[in-house]
Nanobody, 124 residues
Framework: VQLQASGGGLVQTGGSLRLSCASSGRAFNSYSVGWFRQGPGTEREFVAG????????YYAESAQGRFTISRDTAENTVTLQMTSLKTEDSAVYYC??????????????????WGKGTQVTVSS
């Protein structure tokens, strides 16, 4: 499964960005998909995830209430809508796909596929 992330950029504090993760393969919809991020000198951390059926979502505490993950199975895309952005949200954001779901999805080591990252920079 090949994943293509897009939508990063530079935004001011309080602004919004929409990240998209797209795949051309039909197998994409067989996987749970989510977003992780990694800032300079930090470990990759879970941000949000959505189950393959779109029946379930998970959010990191830092994303809860500000970010929304959604899935379009017809278009083979997963979108992360980010609002009320803070400087601490600045990082490289990666989309990932996994055959697991549930609490295990929060662990980067449980991802089967990764896309290239997209940079998000929030300026004060």
């Amino acid at each position: 499964v090949q994943l293509q992330a897009s939508g990063g950029g530079l935004v001011q504090t309080g602004g919004s960005l929409r990240l998209s993760c797209a795949s051309s393969g039909r197998a994409f919809n067989s996987y749970s998909v989510g977003w992780f991020r990694q800032g300079p000198g930090t470990e990759r951390e879970f941000v949000a995830g959505i189950s393959r059926s779109s029946g379930g979502t998970y959010y990191a505490e830092s994303a809860q209430g500000r970010f929304t993950i959604s899935r379009d199975t017809a278009e083979n895309t997963v979108t992360l809508q980010m609002t009320s952005l803070k400087t601490e949200d600045s990082a490289v954001y990666y989309c990932a796909a996994s055959s697991v779901w549930g609490p295990m999805f929060r662990a980067a080591e449980n991802m089967n596929y990764w896309g290239k990252g997209t940079q998000v920079t929030v300026s004060s």
